[in-house]
């Protein structure tokens, strides 16, 4: 069975669109730990527009599972996390404007700077992830650079609009984790799982840990409303 990582970038975007202290990520990490998921994912991206400096030194404190730190290859991001010493990095690309993480990393083409960003964080024993698209030969060079973990992207096949397309992206991760597994790799998947689409990949024989966010937090925001309400209206009155 897999092991489920939470991504908790959406509790901070809440956070963010006050500027104040609430929903504190940190706190609906403890409460994912508590409810078994088996580790923690922040994005601490350039622009900061979401989880911060603070929330991932807290981070590193509190997770008693894993803390798995989704970040860029950019130079200052890769010191920040040697200081906090994540359990693990998970590597993506980043684009300003982008609303969520797009594609996977591009291996074959910045091998070099990617191979020197893992050296690194490995210096300080993080375990590093690739996080890259169902394609033999990203995945051969994510093995060729000296990682031991990727993640496969399943935002196309989350994305897919019909049975045949779905069915067609299902294929291409199947294949990517069979390929990925034969060279020893571990393989984790995420992007846009939901509660619809996550079980087809859960299943995939081989896949160590899904990384699933935002639909685990939208879901929270309707499985807590009732309740939310009932306890105010109770404070009132
Ligand atoms: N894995 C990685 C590497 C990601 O970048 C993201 C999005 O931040 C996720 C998993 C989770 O995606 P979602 O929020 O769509 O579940």
Redesign the pocket.
Known sequence: MPELGV?I??VATLRQARGGVEPDPVAAALICEKAGCNSL?A?LREDRRHINDADIKKLRRVVKTRFNL?MSINQNIVQIARKIRPHQA?L?PEKRQEL??EGGLSVTKNSAKIKRAVELLKEKDIDVSL?IDPDEKEIYEAKAIGVDII?IHTGRYSLAVNREATDIEYRKIKNAIDYSLSLGLVVNA????NYLNAKRIANIKGVNEL?????IISRAIFSGLYKAVKDMKALIK
Request: aromatic share 4%.
């Open positions: 991504n970038d959406h994912v994005h989704e998970t993506v969520t993480t996080f993640e995420g992007h846009g799982l990384n699933i966010g935002h639909s």
